[in-house]
């Protein structure tokens, strides 16, 4: 059986962002998205999935390349005076693995976005990584740790088969991406380790930022078997943090990809059911492995 999980990252980043992402869940196919508990429209985020019942929100944690939710003084090695992650994924992944100071501020704040997220009154759908830290034992096993006190069972693995992308258009594999896949497998080594649940696959990183219709239209018609996170990066127009952040991507096209005609046929074509996190199985449940790709 084919399934897909449409979510979006970065809820609460901006009000561009969280317009995009209201409206796809209205007119498209979202279903999904993680919040960003320190984002500068975090209130307005919380505010539209108030009213937007069927949309399930879950845990964008922020350790790199954006806000903390503890000050800095709090937290004087692992951000910058501003109260910013920095953008050194080595910078960080060192203090992160190697100073056990590094390691105590990362585990305060962890603790400190999970009680925010508590204290927004939403149900916690699912988590991640913003840039996908939790790749970073260290950051991995805090979030599952930390999330499991707060309720967390479900967390994103992004692992990537290339075989899709071949077939939906030009993708290009190399090295770099066949290391991550590997990399992949200690995170849900984690994650099932918690009793939690997680994807098959994961769509979004190839082509982070230009999952554009024509895109994501051949890659649905393409998805594998097993359970596929689709995710986005939808604005409805690019601010001044946007552009600065992610002068690259294609935030408006995105969004425009989530509500088009085009990608609701390829998943159709493909006879890909639609779902979430919580419909997903507990790894004891000891259902039959889904046929796995090679990496």
């Not at 903390?68 to 953008?87: C, E, K, N, R, Y």
Request: proline letters at 6%; charged letters at 20%.
């Amino acid at each position: 059986m084919k399934r897909a999980i449409i979510s979006a990252d970065d809820f609460g980043m901006s009000v561009e962002v969280n317009e995009a992402i209201e409206l796809a869940h209205r007119n498209g196919l979202l279903s999904t998205a993680s919040l960003m508990v320190a984002g500068e429209a975090v209130d307005d985020a919380i505010e539209r999935a108030k009213r937007l019942p069927t949309l399930n929100v879950g845990l964008h944690l922020v350790v790199i390349e954006g806000p903390a939710v503890l000050p800095h003084t709090s937290l004087p090695l692992i951000t910058q005076p501003d109260g910013w992650f920095s953008s050194s994924q080595f910078g960080l992944g060192v203090d992160y693995f190697f100073r056990p100071e590094g390691r105590r501020e990362l585990e305060a704040e962890i603790t400190a976005q999970f009680e925010a997220f508590r204290r927004t009154g939403l149900r916690l759908d699912h988590a991640n990584a913003h840039k996908h830290m939790h790749l970073h034992p260290t950051v991995g096993h805090l979030l599952v740790t930390i999330g499991k006190r707060y309720g967390l069972n479900a967390v994103r693995v992004p692992l990537e088969p290339p075989e899709p992308l071949y077939a939906a258009g030009t993708y290009t594999d190399t090295l770099g991406d066949a290391a991550l896949r590997r990399w992949t497998s200690l995170l849900r080594h984690q994650v099932h380790s918690a009793g939690m649940k997680t994807n098959d696959w994961c769509f979004g990183l190839a082509w982070s930022g230009h999952m554009t219709t024509d895109r994501v239209s051949a890659l649905a018609a393409h998805l594998p078997e097993g359970v596929s996170e689709i995710y986005f990066h939808p604005a409805t127009h690019k601010n001044a943090l946007l552009k600065r952040l992610m002068p690259t991507y294609e935030q408006e096209a995105e969004f425009k990809a989530l509500c088009s005609p085009g990608f609701r046929a390829g998943l159709e074509h493909a006879h890909a059911q639609l779902c979430g996190w919580q419909d997903l199985v507990m790894p004891q449940d000891n259902v039959p492995p889904v046929a796995k790709l090679p990496l």
